[in-house]
């Protein structure tokens, strides 16, 4: 079983950045597509950005794109999302997760593994 922790949410002001961190125990990360969904109140959860296993392939959310940057270390078995410029709609809870399948998916339903989630809130 593959658990997932994130940290690295806060309170932050327009145009200025945070960087997520998820951290995997149980199985090892390289196994498994990387993604970073996000959650508003009151709205569906989100695509934000997925990385392949060996962090070679990455595809972003056109509201993210050039402003938010995903890695990972598989020796660390952590993921990483570098958030910079961020607006006041950037504002949710962060899910990373985990997929096992062969092609990589922009789906929720898709992934296997969640963790808790980090609120990320950007006042304006």
């Known amino acids: 079983q593959l658990q997932l922790v994130e940290s690295g949410g806060g309170l932050v002001q327009a145009g200025g950045s945070l960087r997520l961190s998820c951290a995997a125990s149980?199985?090892?990360?390289?196994?498994?597509?990387m993604a970073w969904f996000r959650q508003a109140p009151g709205k569906e959860r989100e695509f934000v950005v997925l990385?392949?296993?060996?962090?070679?392939?990455?595809v972003y959310a056109d509201s993210v794109k050039g402003r938010f940057t995903i890695s990972r270390d598989n020796t660390e078995n952590t993921v990483y999302l570098q958030m910079n410029s961020l607006k006041p709609e950037d504002t949710a809870v962060y899910y990373c997760a985990a997929d096992r399948g062969i092609l990589p998916s922009t789906l929720p339903q898709r992934y296997d593994y969640w963790g808790q989630g980090t609120q990320v809130t950007v006042s304006s």
């Open positions: 149980g199985r090892t990360l390289s196994t498994y597509i």
């Open positions: 990385i392949s296993r060996n962090g070679g392939n990455t």
